[in-house]
């Protein structure tokens, strides 16, 4: 079997065409939180892309266990209470797989 030298985002999408904008739009996600912890609608409003699509893309980087929810807080943009993103390994919260007891 052939091994691929491909980056974590890659790797999600190579089932995608080339030139697709839903790969350019899912790549600037995940590489604007590798250097940003912010909400979706902060994201939106920097990169440009809609917000309906940041929440699948929210959801796909999520199951392949690439992006992480640092806290919940009041948005900086909106005001209201939201995810604070992000894809930085070194900024994710450390779950404990033992569930606590007391």
């Known amino acids: 079997m052939k091994k691929h030298n491909l980056t974590p985002?890659?790797?999600?999408?190579?089932?995608?065409a080339k030139g697709n904008t839903h790969l350019t739009q899912l790549q600037t996600f995940y590489s604007f939180l590798e250097s940003h912890v912010a909400t979706a609608s902060m994201v939106s409003a920097a990169t440009g892309i809609p917000q309906k699509c940041l929440t699948r893309y929210?959801?796909?980087l999520e199951k392949a266990?690439?992006?992480?929810?640092?806290?919940?807080n009041y948005c900086?943009?909106?005001g209201f209470r939201a995810s604070y993103l992000t894809t930085d390994p070194q900024?994710?919260?450390n779950y404990s797989s033992q569930l606590s007891l007391f």
């Open 9 to 16: 985002v890659q790797s999600l999408v190579t089932r995608q």
């Open 58 to 60: 929210k959801r796909r």
């Open 65 to 72: 266990g690439r992006l992480w929810e640092v806290t919940r």
């Open 76 to 78: 900086k943009l909106t």
């Open 91 to 93: 900024k994710a919260p």
